[in-house]
T-cell receptor
Framework: GDSVTQMEGPVTLSEEAFLTINCTYTATGYPSLFWYVQYPGEGLQLLLKATKADDKGSNKGFEATYRKETTSFHLEKGSVQVSDSAVYFCALSHDYKLSFGAGTTVTVRA | DAGVTQSPTHLIKTRGQHVTLRCSPISGHKSVSWYQQVLGQGPQFIFQYYEKEERGRGNFPDRFSARQFPNYSSELNVNALLLGDSALYLC??????????????FGPGTRLTVT
């Protein structure tokens, strides 16, 4: 079945540091890939998506590229801010449902 | 425009009781999905409904059921509650059924605590 594996946290960074969160997936066919973010006490917000191989999703300074050859969708941001502190979830969409990774908690210190 | 709304925000129930959670999708969205998020884990798919019909079901026991109404709002029902049902229950809406590139928009969730 479909599954998503993402880098375990927690991750603690200083402001303006570079962030990478690794994500790999297993799926049949050609799923769409997503990154969702969950701020404390809130629901999930879509951060970015990619629907086919080599697509790059980007939003709010975050980027991720759909790599079919390595079945990966790693999230990157060049300079994080305190406001980026949250839990980040990698997910894939296949048929009627989203399958999520376990989430990576990111804390950015001033 | 209003996003996905869920009620109640928080709920405390006793083992063996029944609970009903409610969700209103974004206006114009015909599909509603339910997810269970246990603390420290990613959300797990429970159901998807589209045009009042169940389109998909995750690996949850029959104690979990749902329905969708003509106005596309939805209810999730859980019978004979267990301690392990304590979780954040998330509702998500999308314009169409199916996965693909149609992103799902999530509500704030209902925090259920079973004691």
């Amino acid at each position: 079945g479909d599954s998503v594996t993402q880098m375990e946290g927690p991750v603690t960074l200083s402001e303006e540091a570079f962030l990478t969160i690794n994500c790999t997936y297993t799926a049949t066919g050609y799923p769409s890939l997503f990154w969702y973010v969950q701020y404390p006490g809130e629901g999930l917000q879509l951060l970015l998506k990619a629907t086919k191989a080599d697509d790059k999703g980007s939003n709010k300074g975050f980027e991720a590229t759909y790599r079919k050859e390595t079945t990966s969708f790693h999230l990157e941001k060049g300079s994080v801010q305190v406001s980026d502190s949250a839990v980040y979830f990698c997910a894939l969409s296949h048929d009627y449902k989203l399958s999520f990774g376990a989430g990576t908690t990111v804390t950015v210190r001033a | 425009d209003a996003g996905v709304t869920q009620s109640p925000t928080h709920l405390i129930k006793t083992r063996g009781q029944h609970v009903t959670l409610r969700c209103s999708p974004i206006s114009g969205h015909k599909s509603v999905s339910w997810y269970q998020q246990v603390l420290g884990q990613g959300p797990q798919f429970i159901f998807q409904y589209y045009e009042k019909e169940e389109r998909g079901r995750g690996n949850f026991p029959d104690r979990f059921s749902a329905r969708q109404f003509p106005n596309y709002s939805s209810e999730l029902n859980v019978n004979a509650l267990l301690l392990g049902d304590s979780a954040l229950y998330l509702c998500a809406s999308s314009p169409l059924a199916g996965g693909g590139s149609y992103e799902q928009y999530f509500g704030p969730g209902t925090r259920l605590t079973v004691t």
